[in-house]
Every structure is written in C-alpha cells, then in structure tokens.
C-alpha cells in the first residue's frame, strides 16, 4: 500500500513563492508516476503536472508550465512542487497522487487513473 501526505501549503501574496512536499511512503515501487492535482469549491480536480518515477521526466498543464517546477528526491522519498510567481487563481487546495498501475505519458493529466490521493494542503495567494 502507497501513502501520500501533502505539505507546505499556506497564505502567500501575488508574486511570491511556495514549495509543496508529497511525502511518499508504502509500497512505492509499484507506482509509476506521481502528479499533482488542484481544485478548488464546486470544481472538480485539475492537473497541474506529473512526473514519471522510472525516467524522471516532468510534465505540465499549460497554466502552470514556467512558473511551477516538479523535483523529486529519491532519498528522502518526496516529490516536490516549487511554485514561484504566484497568482490568485491559483488559489486551491493542493493534491498529490499517483497510481498503483501503469500511466502512460499521454495520460497523465487524467485524474480517474489515479487510485491513491494524499489528504490535500491549501494554498491561499492574495491580491
């Protein structure tokens, strides 16, 4: 079994910075990649960007893509989201996932294949 838990959500103004941590713990070499979702009242779940564990490439949905970087450390068992220039709309709360089975690339934004989701942090960027 594959646990997720999500951290370093908080309030940050326009224009600044946060880095989210999905510390992963369980079962992780059944996993084949790991994404980040968002979503925010009444909407449902939107990508964010992805990474695949086997050859580290990182994917990025276009609203996000130049300002949000993915990382992973292998050691400490954590994938990261570095998200800089922070605007309002990217108020929500913040999910990390993956999937117990196989992803393909072309996919990967496709939140009904993934099977393991972390409890979510909130990010909060005021005006």
């Known amino acids: 079994q594959v646990q997720l838990v999500e951290s370093g959500g908080g309030l940050v103004q326009a224009g600044g910075s946060l880095r989210l941590t999905c510390s992963v713990s369980?079962?992780?070499?059944?996993?084949?990649?790991l994404a980040w979702f968002r979503q925010t009242p009444g909407e449902s779940r939107r990508y964010v960007g992805a990474v695949t564990l086997s050859s580290g490439n990182r994917y990025y949905a276009d609203s996000v893509k130049g300002r949000f970087t993915i990382s992973r450390d292998n050691a400490e068992n954590a994938v990261y989201l570095q998200m800089n220039s922070l605007k309002p709309e990217d108020t929500a709360v913040y999910y990390c996932a993956t999937s117990t089975g196989p992803i393909s690339r072309l996919v990967l934004g496709d939140r009904r294949l993934y099977n393991v989701w972390g409890q979510g942090t909130q990010v909060t960027v005021s005006s």
């Open positions: 369980g079962r992780t070499l059944s996993t084949s990649a």
